[in-house]
């Protein structure tokens, strides 16, 4: 996720058009379109890939005095009003640089999405999801389900925004996609310990229960109780759940799990992460990781890509 520019948009969690139904992104510009065929959009030319239904990738090529028209583009594919003129902004202040370039320039679009850009006789784009290649994540470690794509979340326990998906968007996940065989789920360590002093000690915890195979108990439990009180006990925590507490309290002594927790964390920057939670569905990053709908929009999207890469 290394970007030549950081284009900065400030998008917010809003319903995304990419990964949403097709439609959509067509009424955003008021145009009727079908996925795979080329239409004129303005003074230049648009085409849309799909992914089961979904508004998977955008192609734009047109004049590159028509930014307006571009702007609208970028847009209706991130599910942002505001992108368009913040794109025109930054399109004049860097055009000569990204000409100079002369091949095609990556930025990002927020903190979810790719821009792909190239200037010549034309402006040409591509606007689609980040993605990342399923080798670049390490093994499951902290596994549930048994089918459907892999959800995996890089979390830290201190963070009040993770604490926020574990107690009131993961209950809903297990039930409604993790148990009904649609998605499976991996949790993965992230503290932010330059913000959250604590957070390495927890994560070390919670991998002393899941030597004891309570990991999800643990971790219910933890941030259960970092939500009514910062200072846990983390052996009476243990002991509450039924682990064999000097087992578990040689195992945090020790800091048993130190190259798990660290290895983890070096992942997690080596793909570019900045903050917590970050949710990837198969290997797209996820913009919303509190709205549900997103994450079956998303899990279609990963489930339909696996298809067509296996035919």
């Not at 583009?73 to 025109?88: H, R, S």
């Amino acid at each position: 996720m290394r970007w030549l520019i950081a284009l900065l948009l400030s998008l917010g969690l809003a319903a995304a058009e990419i990964a949403a139904p097709l439609p959509a992104f067509f009424r955003a510009l008021k145009i009727n379109g079908t996925a795979g065929k080329p239409l004129t959009y303005g003074r230049g030319h648009l085409q849309v890939d799909a992914l089961a239904g979904r508004l998977y990738k955008v192609r734009f090529v047109g004049p590159v005095d028509d930014l307006e028209d571009a702007g609208r583009v970028i847009a209706a594919a991130v599910g942002a009003p505001e992108a368009k003129d913040a794109f025109v902004r930054w399109f004049r202040a860097n055009r000569s640089a990204i000409a100079a370039q002369g091949r095609p320039v990556r930025v990002g679009l927020g903190r979810s999405y790719a821009l792909e850009l190239a200037v010549a006789k034309d402006l040409r784009f591509e606007v689609a999801p980040l993605e990342v290649p399923e080798a670049a994540f390490g093994p499951p470690r902290h596994l549930l389900g048994t089918r459907g794509p892999l959800i995996r979340e890089y979390s830290d326990f201190y963070c009040p925004y993770c604490e926020r998906l574990a107690l009131q968007v993961f209950p809903k996940l297990k039930a409604e996609l993790i148990e009904k065989g649609l998605a499976r789920f991996d949790y993965r360590h992230f503290p932010l310990v330059e913000i959250h002093p604590d957070a390495a000690r927890a994560a070390l915890a919670s991998e002393c229960a899941a030597e004891q195979q309570r990991f999800w108990p643990y971790h219910d439990a933890l941030f259960a109780a970092l939500a009514r009180d910062r200072s846990v006990n983390y052996e009476a925590l243990a002991g509450k759940l039924g682990l064999d507490r000097n087992r578990f309290s040689a195992c945090l002594s020790e800091a048993r799990y130190q190259k798990v927790v660290d290895g983890m964390r070096a992942e997690a920057e080596r793909l570019g992460l900045s903050g917590t939670p970050t949710v990837f569905v198969g290997p797209f990053l996820l913009p919303n990781p509190f709205d549900l709908e997103s994450y079956r929009n998303y899990l279609a999207m990963a489930a339909a890509q696996k298809t067509r890469a296996n035919r």
